[in-house]
């Protein structure tokens, strides 16, 4: 009883003490401060806001769904010199009340919202009005008015601390998918598939929506990487469900937590049924592809000796047909055990990792080529199948198989939507989606064993099958152009020039064995030679655009005469990068030191002042402080330590060790 | 000793399941005694709407509509129409917001509530068959005994009282569409406050 007596004091407290505003608000079980996530800003450094609460064991306070009871905490700033453009929260956990899911946060907990400020020169002024909960079992509302200033200053403040200690949900990666899949009773089924994640551990699910759904954690089935989530509802009468808003929770390998905001989908996928069947037309259509359909003819021709009686052709039919379907049963296995280990191998095109992307257009290029004539691979298999025109069963089964190992690599094309789509699918609808390509492979075969009469039906082998198989290198290279248009979305130009310059090189390995035609040795080479140039393109530094793109933004300024005195006329130490588009020497040196990551902390964390001078096109300007630099070309680095006048010429070609060492040297002295 | 106590008593009151009461169905029927010591059945309303207020005098959610009077306006229009309103406690003993009998008579008239009557449901089994989650909650059950509304009083779930003038009352608004024969725009709500202490 004294204890509610002496919280309701506080609550009372309270609300007489709205009118004073400071930077932080003590209450009994804790205190919430006002902070920014820089102690001044400039045009080169958007601060953020940060409500940052602190609360004592067994207290807590509410995500924006609450869970069972209690209510998420309320803001209403006035800003001046400045909006709010997002805010972003914390991710919250689960907190189980006397048989109530609440969700939430205890002990510390920041609230960030990002500001866009207006007139430069200016500080930016915030005061919120904060409503807040926070409960153990009994629950407390608090009212308080926070305040706080960013004044402006060139200089760069030192970061706040807290701002990197919280986790902060991202939007989900395209490839992640999530469909209802049907209503039953009070549950809602749905499908999430996170292609990108291996095996994500310790998967939580939140909903946004408090009136739809239940807080109590759903049912999470794993399939891989799939998830059957039943979604329990609060609701019952609502049957529409899409764009319904959640948050996942994840860890990666460190156990470090991760979020991602994730909307169900509206379509629900291809029914399983039609999945089948798209699978069974393209297993068909295998059959009268340039690598499969020898084997199928000459197989054919074989049984058409007078000895040959119907029983016979039937056993071999049958056998046929069991060899195509063992062997892309057991391909859709291994493709399965590779994706439950982790592995991002497969028709499922893991398009989110570049080098797979990369690693698939140059095989379908090189198919394409192949497809096209200019060189023949494959045709020795294709013929070992033929040979083995004995009609016994073990014959037949093996002539099955190696029309299955001669066909997969014509497979791609034809069969990604159905692929692509099994691999979605729980395991065991993956396996009948495989099961359909073989039969539908198999089917031609099958019928003409059962039906012999129709073989005059069939059309004959000749030069139609070679028009077909050219025409067919202009949907790989279609499909080509699209992985670079994806590829083009993930890392730099010149990752991709790189890659283009692998074309090349296959262009040139097939021209020249050509004329090595019968120098085994010097095939092998050739060969090697392709293998260490992909090998180049895995291990070289993959930056991503967006990052890229990010810290360019955020660390670069633009070269400016007026402003570069300035900064050292007030002490700054200025990095000055001469460079431009065609000049190959700077983008090495940007790729491999300038801006990777740990450079650009270095810098960072010495307040170098950056300043990109482009000279891709003519500027009289950079010109001009080249000469005075005594120069007339391309790379130029420039640095001035703090304090210091005097300008250093760095090496053209730099190292990170080259940039660290300026740092160095400037604390011995 | 006492932590053991308080440890099973925790865990008894996280594994008891939830009964959900389900809006177009049959309300469950309850035998709760009031403060006067009389017992109510929602069979003795057959043909009356009834209104079910989930009360605890010290959560600052249900503070928020009595001390502003908004709920004694809404129980004394209702009740004036004849309609049931049922405040029900379900604070256990000694848990927060527990009433005895008396005290739940004397609380009632400092309230100043015009609830039909204040039910004791000690033992928390009313509750529990409505899936009675927070102070306040509330739920329309219609003539035929027909649960009609599940959820929230209204729209904001702020615990400041003058929030209540901007809010969509969504009993008011339930009440004002069931006895028009109309559909009830909003059927469930979440509500919001402090759970209910069972």
Known sequence: ???????????????????????????????????????????????????????????????????????????????????????????????????????????????????????????????????????????????????????????????????????????????????????????????????????????????????????????????????????????????????????????????KKQGYEISLQKTAPASLGFVVLWALLGGFILNFMPCVFPVLSIKVLSFLGPDKNAQSLRTSGLFYTLGVMMSFLILGGALMLLRAGGEQIGWGFQLQSPVIAAGISILFFWLGLNFLGTFEIGQSL????????????????????????????????????????????????????????GLGMALPFFILAYFPKTIQYLPKPGAWMEKLKEFLAFPLFATVLWLLWVLSHQVTIASLLFLLGIYLFIALWIWTSRQVRNERWKQILLLLG?????????????????????????????????????????GKAVFIDFTAAWCITCQVNKKLVLHTSEIQSAFTANAVQLYKADWTDKNPAITDALAGYGRNSLPLYVYYAAGSQKPQILPEILTKGIILELFNKEKEQ | MKKIFAMLLITCASSLAMAEAKIGSPAPDFSVVDATGKTHKLADYKGKYVVLEWYNKDCP???????????????????????????????APGKQGHLAAADAVKNAQKEGSKASAILLDEKGAMGKAYGAKTTPHMYLIDPQGV?????????????????IATSENYIVRAVASAEKGEKIAKETSKPYGCSVKY
């Open chain 1, 1 to 255: 009883m004294l204890f509610l007596a002496r919280l309701f004091t506080a609550l009372i407290m309270t609300y007489s003490c709205t009118s004073f505003a400071a930077d932080t608000f003590h209450f009994p079980q804790g205190e919430v401060k006002l902070i920014s996530s820089r102690t001044s800003w400039n045009e080169n450094l958007k601060p953020s806001l940060g409500i940052h609460f602190r609360i004592k064991d067994h207290w807590h306070i509410y995500w924006k769904n609450s869970g069972d009871s209690g209510a998420a905490p309320k803001w209403n700033w006035s800003l001046t010199n400045a909006k709010i453009t997002k805010e972003h929260w914390p991710l919250p956990e689960r907190i189980p009340v006397e048989g109530l899911i609440n969700f939430g946060y205890s002990n510390e907990s920041l609230f960030v919202f990002d500001l866009e400020p207006e007139a430069k020169q200016n500080s930016v002024q915030a005061s919120v009005h904060v409503e807040f909960l926070i409960c153990k079992i009994e629950c407390v509302p608090y009212f308080t008015e926070l305040k706080t200033e960013i004044p402006y200053s060139a200089q760069r403040g030192p970061p706040s601390e807290v701002f990197s200690k919280f986790v902060y949900p991202a939007s989900a990666p395209s490839s992640f998918s999530w469909v209802p899949q049907k209503l039953e009773g009070s549950t809602l089924k749905t499908v999430l598939n996170l292609s990108s994640q291996a095996t994500p551990k310790n998967l939580e699910i939140f909903p946004e929506d408090g009136e739809s759904f239940k807080a109590s954690a759903p049912e999470l089935i794993p399939e891989g990487n799939n998830f059957e989530i039943n979604l329990a509802l609060q609701d019952t009468s609502k049957t529409d469900f899409e764009g319904a808003r959640f948050l996942l929770v994840t860890e990666n390998a460190d156990g």
């Open chain 1, 382 to 437: 294709t013929y070992l199948g033929a040979k083995k025109t004995s009609s016994d069963r073990a014959g037949s089964f093996l002539t099955g198989v190696l029309a299955t190992v001669v066909a997969t690599p014509c497979t791609a094309p034809f069969m990604g939507a159905a692929l692509g789509a099994s691999l979605a699918m729980p395991a065991a609808s993956t396996l009948l989606v495989f099961a359909g390509l």
């Open chain 2, 147 to 163: 649960l009609r509304y599940n959820g929230a009083i209204d729209s904001n779930d702020s615990a400041d009282p003058k929030t």
């Open chain 1, 530 to 570: 392709f293998l260490f140039s992909f090998a180049v393109l895995v291990l070289m530094p993959q930056e991503s655009v967006t990052s890229m793109k990010a810290s360019q933004d955020e660390a670069w300024k633009t070269f400016s005469k007026e402003s570069i005195a300035e900064d050292i006329a007030q």
């Open chain 2, 61 to 91: 959610y249900v503070r928020k509509h009595y001390d502003s009077k908004n709920m004694q306006k809404i129980q004394g229009d209702m009740t004036a129409k004849n309609i049931v309103w049922l405040s029900v406690i379900s604070s």
